[in-house]
């Protein structure tokens, strides 16, 4: 294999502590959209102290407190192929929380490798908080005779989405999301995104998945992000900065199902799903 891939079981359990404060979750979401098409918008999200707007982060922070996956090869062979996750309770907009995370599966894809990833993180009560589920495609790692990866079932609603919304991608966009954490020169160095094959550096997959998540809550869960539970899609190709990004909306009872396509039409995120927490009695 073209990477140093081996058996789940070969490579450590990890636990991290992660501590965040009220400018990471504003910095967030700015850095997925919120408050660009109109500043006086989404203000409990994009500022602390605005009359009227509480507080709160953004459900899709959560996935910055997952760990890192571990090393599976170089930056142009390793591409994030989905991302699932689920809240067990209300994300706080400042706090601190410890992340276990591990290797939960290698699957032999023929053409590469996918590796699922596993982050439980728990707040300092020691409580769930998150769960983020990642899948890594490692180029050319494949034809290992391992099993292939199992498949969720999931088909497009037939007729029209209930809801279609539309973002314009700032230029710069990738490089305000990358101060959030993810500094990979793929998403900012036009070299090394044409060493990888690809024309231009791409947004990177979690923005892509910040913006579409943003949509589902406004959408969908009236705005109100303690009622998303989970967030799950598959990454199918990149999002160019400067691009146009829609996100087609069916709506189902407890969610929603979605897909996001940018300017040409072509699938960026698919097979995606949204549960909602249930309201209570």
């Known amino acids: 294999m073209a990477s140093r891939l081996c058996a789940p079981n070969c490579y450590p359990r990890t636990t991290t502590e992660r501590t965040w404060t009220v400018t990471d979750t504003i910095l967030y979401a700015l850095g997925v959209g919120a408050g660009q098409a109109d500043p006086a918008d989404e203000l409990r999200f994009t500022t602390e102290n605005s009359t009227g707007h509480r507080h709160a982060a953004l459900p899709t922070f959560a996935t910055l407190l997952a760990a890192e996956p571990p090393y599976l090869g170089e930056p142009a062979v390793v591409r994030h192929a989905g991302e699932t996750l689920t809240l067990h309770r209300p994300l706080p907009p400042a706090g601190r929380a410890r992340t276990t995370a591990s290797v939960t599966g290698v699957y032999d894809q023929d053409r590469g490798a996918l590796v699922h990833h596993r982050s439980e993180i728990h707040g300092v009560d020691g409580a769930p908080l998150a769960t983020v589920e990642r899948a890594m495609f490692v180029i050319g790692a494949g034809r290992f005779g391992g099993q292939r990866a199992p498949v969720t079932t999931w088909e497009r609603p037939a007729g029209q989405p209930d809801h279609t919304g539309h973002h314009q991608i700032r230029a710069d966009q990738a490089l305000l999301y990358r101060l959030s954490g993810d500094r990979n020169p793929l998403h900012s160095d036009p070299a090394v995104a044409r060493a990888a094959g690809l024309r231009g550096s791409v947004l990177h997959g979690l923005c892509t998945y910040g913006f579409v998540a943003r949509t589902l809550l406004h959408a969908v869960a009236d705005g109100d992000p303690d009622r998303i539970h989970r967030i799950s899609a598959r990454f199918s190709a990149p999002l160019f900065p400067g691009d146009t990004l829609s996100v087609l909306v069916w709506r189902r009872p ?28």
């Open 254 to 281: 407890g969610g929603a199902l979605f897909q996001a396509v940018d300017g040409q039409g072509r699938l960026v995120l698919d097979r995606g799903a949204l549960e909602l927490h249930r309201r209570p009695a």
